[in-house]
Nanobody
Framework: QVQLVESGGGLVQAGGSLRLSCAAS????????MGWFRQAPGKEREFVAA????????AYADSVKGRFTISRDNAKNMVYLQMNSLKPEDTAVYYC?????????????????WGQGTQVTVSS
């Protein structure tokens, strides 16, 4: 089993920045993909970014490319999402996700492990 705990959400003005953190515990040695997703009220959960636990280039949704950066610290079992130039449309609950398999990293249904989410609110 793997446990994921997000932190770092909050209220920020448009144009501001936040850094989300995801702490992984348990059988982290088995993880292959780590991802960030978000869900706004009344909308489906959508892909934000993903990265392989061991190596490889990250992937981003077009809506966040150039503004968000996903990174990992394997020694600390942490994954981060640096969010810059935030917009009101970035407002959502942000979830960390993980899976031990080679999956389609932009598909929420592929991930077996999820955190509880952290709220990000961007005011205009």
């Amino acid at each position: 089993q793997v446990q994921l705990v997000e932190s770092g959400g909050g209220l920020v003005q448009a144009g501001g920045s936040l850094r989300l953190s995801c702490a992984a515990s348990g059988r982290t040695v088995s993880l292959y993909f780590m991802g960030w997703f978000r869900q706004a009220p009344g909308k489906e959960r959508e892909f934000v970014a993903a990265i392989r636990w061991s190596s490889g280039s990250p992937a981003y949704a077009d809506s966040v490319k150039g503004r968000f950066t996903i990174s990992r610290d394997n020694a600390k079992n942490m994954v981060y999402l640096q969010m810059n130039s935030l917009k009101p449309e970035d407002t959502a609950v942000y979830y960390c996700a993980a899976d031990p398999r080679w999956i389609r990293a932009d598909k929420a249904y592929e991930y077996g492990y999820w955190g509880q989410g952290t709220q990000v609110t961007v005011s205009s």
